[in-house]
């Protein structure tokens, strides 16, 4: 099992940040589109809590974000071009979770998101998902990559709904994860992904981690990625 970094190492650098994405071998990201058809790496849909500026992603532009300087040290919020060149550079595989599609985004954004993946030459390198809603336009634009699934509260994780996503892995709550579950997904040429969640209280960080580890998934989304490979070993 191997730790997927949320958000880049965002203890060490600022959260997606080029640093924070290309700390480790497996990190986490979350691409928007601003007001003016660029993409850019921002978790919240507003940039207050992670940069010096204010404003709706959707409603700000791309000459007024790349001014703005992250916190607490001070970076710069990376365009997606930026992010995948790096990416391509450092070796790192970056899954991508595609923010608020069908408020923001339009089909034709997507595409090109999409396009400049290829472009890179990373489409064994860059997972793409989000949402239920971003799911049907990912498969019909981006069919040749990799995609992840994030199943709903009601759909069932089997081979035959892997296979029906053409996902190469299902992300899911550590709570409903089986080792049923894993053997289906890995059955169906995908990998079993573990989402974060809140630790039971009467459990240490190792023993959730153990629990977890029990069920067989590949990977699990962490905000301690150094200290889960360290136990990982």
Known sequence: MYPIAHRGDHVNYDENTI???TALRHTETDLRV????????MHDANVRRTTNGEGRVEDLTWRYIRTLRTEPHGGRVPSWTKALRAIRDSGTTLTTEIKSYGATWTRRE????VRQVRKMGLRNRVYLGGYAGAYPPLQEVASDMQLYWRPGPRERVTARTVRGHDAAAA?????VLTRKMSRRVNRAGAEMWVRRSKKPSDLTIKQYWSQIASRHPQGLYTDTPYSFRKWCG
């Open 34 to 41: 601003t007001k003016d058809g660029h993409f850019v790496l």
């Open 171 to 175: 992300l899911v709550l550590p709570r």
């Open 110 to 113: 997507l595409r090109q998101a």
């Open 19 to 21: 640093r924070a994405i």
